[in-house]
């Protein structure tokens, strides 16, 4: 019997599913699409994947990513893709795999991680780059169902991701991505390995999500806590916080932070006293 690369083999390849089936990359849905198995073979193995794990793919496109993951010790591999014209493509891989592709045929951001599959998932995707922090946000929101996230983005929003403090990165996307995940840039691709290319370069980082969060803090005010002081990046503390507490300076000073410091020299671990000091003045819907 054929292996799933022997039968891989005689498909056709990326390049010619596209200009068979005259897929023109659409910008409003994201689509800069990956050829290269050599390149999504790379990406999938960043991801910290274990036999037996179950895979959702976000934007299978002409199924690039999706062979590589199809090849990779992944027990079964979700993919959900709002663009119909990349279903035939997508067919003609499950013909080879059978059930160990599932096709969701609709929009990632209406799903809910329950909707798609009850068990822990390992996220592996070359995402539209328009909805690429959003996703990441709604997965923040559910990580006990997410063993890892490993996710192509554009260069600047992983910069954000891995930021440290007192750069010009650091901010509300650093500090929750990195209480709640253990954060890792993997490699930088070029636009040249995308069909388009896009005007950006990409990154490809893995979060694996952290059994507790760094420091105790509730993810609700701390949200707001950097919202309200990065609204303001280059205010001090003293004046973007003005009128929330009744003695903010002495408040601020008896856990340890300056009130004439700016948000984006404060550590993760203070912003988490900081959410804590300001918990008892801040209504949270
Ligand atoms: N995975 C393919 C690759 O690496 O070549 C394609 C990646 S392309 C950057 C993004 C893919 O996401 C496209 O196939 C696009 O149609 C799909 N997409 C865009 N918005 C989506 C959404 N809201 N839900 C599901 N898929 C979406």
Redesign the pocket.
């Known amino acids: 019997m054929l292996s799933f690369e022997e039968k891989l083999s005689f498909l056709p390849t990326?390049t010619e599913v596209i200009r068979q089936e005259q897929l023109s990359a659409?910008k409003s849905?994201?689509?800069?699409?990956?050829?290269d198995l050599n390149l999504?073979k790379r990406i999938v193995a960043t991801c910290p994947l274990k036999e037996g794990d179950v895979v959702l793919?976000?934007?299978?496109?002409?199924?690039?990513?999706?062979r590589a993951l199809l090849l990779s010790k992944a027990s079964k591999v979700i993919v959900?893709?709002?663009?119909p014209r990349?279903f035939p493509a997508l067919h003609a891989l499950q013909e080879i795999v059978g059930d160990r592709l599932t096709l969701i045929k609709?929009?990632?951001?209406s799903l809910s991680l329950a909707d798609i599959h009850q068990g822990p998932l390992a996220i592996v995707?070359?995402?539209?780059?328009n909805?690429g922090t959003e996703l990441i946000l709604q997965w923040f929101d559910d990580l006990g169902s997410i063993t890892s996230i490993t996710v192509?983005l554009q260069k600047e929003v992983v910069d954000r991701l891995v930021a440290l403090p007192s750069t010009k990165d650091y901010g509300r996307l650093s500090i929750m991505a990195q209480w709640l995940t253990e954060v890792r840039r993997a490699f930088h691709v070029s636009p040249k390995a995308f069909t388009p290319p896009p005007k950006v370069t990409s990154s490809v980082v893995t979060l694996v999500p952290r059994q507790t969060p760094l420091y105790p803090a509730d993810k609700k005010i701390l949200e707001k806590t950097t919202a309200l002081t990065f609204q303001h990046r280059r205010k001090m503390l003293r004046s973007s916080l003005r009128g929330i507490h009744p003695h903010l300076d002495m408040a601020l000073e008896s856990i340890g932070i300056n009130p004439e410091a700016r948000p984006e020299t404060l550590s993760i671990e203070s912003f988490c006293k900081l959410s804590g000091l300001l918990a008892p003045f801040l209504s949270i819907k």
């Open positions: 990326i659409k849905l994201g689509q800069n699409f990956l050829t999504t793919e976000i934007g299978p496109g002409p199924g690039g990513l999706t959900i893709e709002k663009d990349f609709g929009d990632a951001l995707a070359n995402l539209p780059y909805i192509m």
